[in-house]
């Protein structure tokens, strides 16, 4: 195993790594990078265009559309005080590292098929995917 780069052998020496340690590694294919811009361009979309997200930076509203749309969340049982126990939901990172594209597919699928029903109803999902792919290519 070798670092790909310098930041990835930085990360490593900061989780202790060392060469000859013998570790467990999960194979997964990269995402295409353009995927990973195409969720702030989302983001950045719905910043710009919904009142609801105004002033928001693009990586809030992201968390806030999982969190909404109950997608890429872990949930989470919480004992609160003086009202018992409550379900949570956390959103999952987005990062390379931690959705595979197929995954990450379902979960910008799921948050565009909530802003159709919940804040663009003139809207089809699929429009909403395409609005955020043609602010990719003006990056």
């Known amino acids: 195993m070798a670092p790909a780069d310098s930041l990835t052998q930085s990360r490593l020496r900061q989780r202790g790594y060392r060469v000859g340690d013998i570790v467990f590694a999960e194979i997964r294919k990269p995402r295409n990078p353009r995927f990973h811009r195409l969720a702030h361009a989302f983001g950045r979309l719905l910043s710009e265009n919904i009142e609801a997200f105004e002033g928001m930076d693009p990586h809030a509203v992201l968390k ?18 003086g009202a018992g126990f409550a379900m949570i939901r956390i959103p999952r990172s987005l990062s390379f590292e931690s959705l595979d594209e197929g995954e990450f597919r379902e979960v910008m699928r799921g948050m565009s098929r909530h802003v159709a029903a919940q804040y ?3 809207l089809e999902p699929e429009q909403i995917e395409q609005m955020a792919t043609v602010m990719v290519g003006e990056e």
């Open 64 to 81: 806030r559309m999982q969190w909404e749309a109950n997608v890429g969340c872990e949930e989470m049982g919480v004992e609160v005080p």
């Open 120 to 122: 663009w109803p003139t």
